[in-house]
T-cell receptor
Framework: DAGVTQSPTHLIKTRGQQVTLRCSPKSGHDTVSWYQQALGQGPQFIFQYYEEEERQRGNFPDRFSGHQFPNYSSELNVNALLLGDSALYLC????????????FGNGTRLTVT | GQQLNQSPQSMFIQEGEDVSMNCTSSSIFNTWLWYKQDPGEGPVLLIA?????ELTSNGRLTAQFGITRKDSFLNISASIPSDVGIYFC?????????????FGEGTQLTVNP
């Protein structure tokens, strides 16, 4: 039973470019959330997707957008990249149940130069 | 936004020693979770707590949901070298639902054989 899978594992982009990160949730999970983890810090919530719609959003600018597909997989898009966007981007999945904890993937390490 | 104060920031212990770390918040949390993150990987769930006063064990790990709902602790007994890693507390503030976790800054644990 595959857990949460993310691609790519590493990515280098130039300031001003756009990036798309991908996530496949754990089997049986229909809710996907994205987190940003800067070096030496805890993850910060970006947004949550359920039934192909954004349901909750953290304190991130509109440059961060996402999408969820009918098979529950998800994409995170970041436009107009800034140096400060360099971070580990984590995808997490769960059933839509407040008592089901999140399962995280191993993340995509994004470096913006 | 919400902040979790996690302490200590780092710990250096000898194999076989017990470890204790804790997390506090200025506001009420509905859930408390403890995750461990190894280098290059995503956070892995250790223990989930859903009720004030709840005390839960997972092998050598024990965690409690504080009675005030504003704190939690994690204890590790008889530490072993593979306990090395970063431990994060996380939780849902009262006004948020399951996917929107607030994370602490982490406790870096080093175990000397």
């Amino acid at each position: 039973d595959a857990g949460v899978t993310q691609s790519p594992t590493h990515l280098i982009k130039t300031r001003g470019q756009q990036v798309t990160l991908r996530c496949s949730p754990k089997s049986g999970h229909d809710t996907v959330s994205w987190y940003q983890q800067a070096l030496g810090q805890g993850p910060q919530f970006i947004f949550q997707y359920y039934e192909e719609e954004e349901r909750q959003r953290g304190n991130f600018p509109d440059r961060f957008s996402g999408h969820q597909f009918p098979n529950y997989s998800s994409e995170l898009n970041v436009n107009a990249l800034l140096l400060g966007d360099s971070a580990l981007y984590l995808c997490a999945s769960s059933p839509l149940d407040r008592y089901s904890p999140l399962h995280f993937g191993n993340g995509t390490r994004l470096t913006v130069t | 936004g919400q902040q979790l104060n996690q302490s200590p920031q780092s710990m250096f212990i000898q194999e076989g020693e017990d470890v204790s770390m804790n997390c506090t918040s200025s506001s009420i949390f509905n859930t408390w979770l403890w995750y461990k993150q190894d280098p290059g990987e995503g956070p892995v769930l250790l223990i989930a707590l859903y009720k004030a006063g709840e005390l839960t064990s997972n092998g050598r790990l024990t965690a409690q949901f504080g009675i005030t709902r504003k704190d939690s602790f994690l204890n590790i007994s008889a530490s072993i070298p593979s306990d090395v890693g970063i431990y994060f507390c996380a939780g849902n503030p009262q006004e948020t639902s399951g996917s929107r976790l607030t994370f602490g800054e982490g406790t870096q644990l080093t175990v000397n054989p």
